[in-house]
């Protein structure tokens, strides 16, 4: 069974840091792009970073670019995101997500683009 599992998620005041983990179990994603998105209360789901599956690629959404970093280890299945600055706006669940295809050089930003979620993990930045 195909599992992702986002960890760090925490409560940090504006200005701090955080770094999200995202494993995955029940398949190699070693060869997929992967993304994170996250949702605010009261909003939809958008996305915030991607990746390719070699890590060669990425990109963001203005609001965290120069802010955020996505990266991953495909030795142990698992796709990062690090926020630093971390603002009050900033504060939703975060998902990790996975393509389907594999060995792919695209970067997908859409969220009807991805196959499998993770459950999501809490961030809160207060100010």
């Known amino acids: 069974q195909v599992r992702l599992v986002e960890s760090g998620g925490g409560l940090v005041q504006a200005g701090g840091s955080l770094r999200l983990s995202c494993a995955a179990s029940?398949?190699?994603?070693?060869?997929?792009?992967m993304g994170w998105f996250r949702q605010a209360p009261g909003k939809e789901r958008e996305f915030v970073a991607a990746?390719?599956?070699?890590?060669?690629?990425?990109t963001y959404a203005d609001s965290v670019k120069g802010r955020f970093t996505i990266s991953r280890d495909n030795t142990k299945n698992t796709v990062y995101l690090q926020m630093n600055i971390l603002k009050p706006e900033d504060t939703a669940v975060y998902f990790c997500?996975?393509?389907?295809?594999?060995?792919?050089?695209?970067?997908?930003?859409?969220?009807?683009?991805?196959?499998?979620w993770g459950q999501g993990t809490q961030v809160t930045v207060s100010s």
């Open positions: 997500a996975v393509h389907r295809s594999i060995y792919s050089t695209d970067i997908y930003v859409q969220e009807n683009e991805y196959d499998y």
């Open positions: 029940g398949c190699t994603f070693s060869t997929n792009p």
């Open positions: 990746i390719t599956w070699s890590g060669a690629r990425t």
